[in-house]
């Protein structure tokens, strides 16, 4: 698992080993870390020449020291100091190693021109502007140095992109769009969370001595190795029911093919058995497409409620199918609802419970709940959106989107955050695969976290095999998830 913390936690390690550690130890040691990322991705490239951009703080004393090190390694350097006191704003030690290794100077605020020519010039070109102590958003003279940065250099963040809020929390200003970014110590929330990991490109970590055992994560990322440690495996003793039974209740006779690829994702994902419950036509197509799948109601370890479910479908069959999805929610068995089973959601249930909605079925649920948001609104600030509804529901709330993020009701807890999917998965019936993938996994025991982000993880590989770099339907990411479980399962994480 990759975890982030958040800055309030970073600077905390940090103040213990400042306490421990000869003056300025840190700080060499994130300039080694940096210089020597730069300088293999200069020689990867053939690259000569190095920009440096430097702001005020710490942030611009790494900078600093790594230009004086790529000077020492051979490498042509340039360093542009921003803040509008030149010389005396920056790092005074950091300025001085990088002189004294020949680092040419050059100060923004006295030739802006010659400052933007020269980072024209720059193969490999290093964010120091500003670090964790950065508000979000460039300020116009860096933002004019940022725009003159060639559009063939490699730029490196150093330690998170200029104009990124740290935390991943604040979406405004323009930030600097990284190839990388080489953070120290842990990566921070801005690193997985939209829009910064946008910004942040390929992350590597440097350790530098900070003791983070103890730190909590803000955000948490599953990787291809945490599979096999959380995905239930079924052992000599088990059956189809200790495997775990979902109830799907899914489709009616306007949605039909959500039906079938729930319950076909929730199969090819390893259930022990599915219920299905439905109205007559997605019954049929469903006995039909996948004859594994059980017709009608029965003892269920969990719930799957709402995909392609209308809830204000006319007609007998339909009010008796939605009357099961009602069943299921005041039952005390864990539910995943999905889709039209949110708008049936009528207040904080007990049991474990997983909301999956996209942006707009957020926005739509957070209206209903009383607090007024556009899809807009959710999609510039998904994780507070998220919290907010995981906090009023009571539940753990999935958002959908090419970040998939998942959040429990405590507010303290992490954000779990996946990017595992191409963007040809943004296509109709995507969800219903997850939604049952996500079912089958509640109903083996998982807890709504786990769940979800496993869920989210999987199908988004499942998404990217079967992608293979084209046009994908939502039929093939089903088919795709037994291999992808299987090549998951076999991968030896030691
Ligand atoms: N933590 C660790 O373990 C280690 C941390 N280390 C390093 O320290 C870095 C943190 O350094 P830091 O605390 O000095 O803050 P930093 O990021 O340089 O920014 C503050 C300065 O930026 C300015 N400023 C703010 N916003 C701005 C904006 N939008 N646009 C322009 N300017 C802006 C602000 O000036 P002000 O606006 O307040 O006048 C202030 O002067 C960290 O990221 C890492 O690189 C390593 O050395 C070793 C281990
Ligand atoms: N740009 C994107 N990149 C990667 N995955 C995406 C992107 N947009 C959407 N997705 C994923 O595609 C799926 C779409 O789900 P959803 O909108 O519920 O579709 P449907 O309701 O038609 O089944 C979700 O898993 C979502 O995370």
Redesign the pocket.
């Given at each position: 698992m990759i975890r982030a913390a958040s800055v309030a936690e970073?600077?905390a390690?940090?103040a213990v080993?400042l306490a421990q550690l000869p003056e300025g130890e840190?700080?060499q040691r994130?300039a080694e870390g940096l210089a020597g990322v730069a300088a293999a991705r200069l020689a990867e490239r053939d690259g000569r020449t190095v920009v440096a951009l430097v702001?005020?703080?710490?942030?611009?004393?790494?900078t600093l020291y790594a230009a004086g090190l790529l000077c020492d390694a051979g490498f042509a350097c340039v360093v542009v100091l921003l803040p509008d006191s030149g010389r005396d704003g920056v790092h005074a030690a950091g300025l001085r190693a990088a002189e004294e290794a020949g680092a040419s100077v050059v100060v923004a605020s006295d030739d802006p021109a010659a400052a933007a020519a020269a980072v024209a010039e720059g193969d490999l070109v290093l964010d120091g502007?500003?670090?964790?102590?950065?508000?979000?958003?460039?300020?116009p003279p860096?933002a004019a140095l940022v725009d003159a940065i060639a559009d063939d250099a490699w730029v490196v963040a150093?330690?998170?992109s200029?104009?990124l809020d740290p935390d991943g929390l604040d979406p405004d200003g323009d930030a600097v769009w990284a190839d990388e970014t080489v953070t120290?110590?842990v990566p921070k929330p801005a690193h997985l969370l939209p829009p910064g990991e946008a910004a942040t490109g390929r992350l590597t970590v440097i350790d530098?001595g900070?003791d983070l055992a103890a730190v909590p994560a803000a955000v948490e990322r599953l990787i291809h190795d945490d599979v096999a440690a959380l995905w239930p495996v079924p052992g000599p003793g088990d059956d189809k029911y200790s495997r775990g039974v979902l109830g799907v209740v899914a489709g009616g006779e306007l949605y039909t093919g959500a039906a079938v690829l729930a319950v076909t994702a929730a199969v090819e994902s390893g259930v022990g058995m599915v219920r299905y419950v439905g109205t007559p036509t997605p019954t049929g197509l469903v006995r039909h497409a996948v004859p594994e799948a059980v017709v009608g109601e029965g003892r269920v370890q969990a719930w799957l409620i709402g995909p392609g479910l209308d809830p204000e479908a006319p007609g007998d069959e339909a009010t008796a199918q939605l009357q099961v999805a009602r069943d299921a929610l005041a039952s005390d068995l864990p539910v995943v609802v999905d889709a039209g089973g949110l708008d049936l959601l009528s207040g904080p249930r007990a049991a474990p419970t997983l909301l999956t909605p996209h942006a707009g079925e957020l926005a739509g649920l957070l209206s209903r709940w009383g607090s007024p948001v556009s899809r807009a609104d959710v999609e510039r600030e998904p994780v507070r959106h998220a919290r907010s509804a995981a906090e009023q529901t009571g539940a753990t709330v999935l958002l959908k989107g090419s970040t998939t993020i998942v959040v429990g009701p405590a507010p303290e807890g992490p954000v779990r955050s996946q990017a595992d999917a191409p963007a040809w998965l943004a296509t109709a019936g995507a969800g219903d695969v997850l939604a049952g993938v996500v079912g089958m996994l509640l109903a083996a025991g998982l807890a709504p976290l786990d769940a979800g982000s496993l869920a989210a993880l999987v199908h988004g590989v499942a998404a990217d095999r079967a992608s293979g770099g084209g046009p994908l339907r939502a039929t093939a990411v089903a088919g795709a998830l037994r291999s992808t479980i299987r090549d998951l399962l076999r991968r030896d994480p030691t």
């Open positions: 970073v600077r390690a940090e080993a840190l700080m994130a702001g005020a703080g710490d942030n611009g004393g790494d502007i500003v670090g964790i102590g950065g508000r979000p958003g460039l300020r860096a150093v330690d998170v200029s104009g120290f110590g530098i900070l």
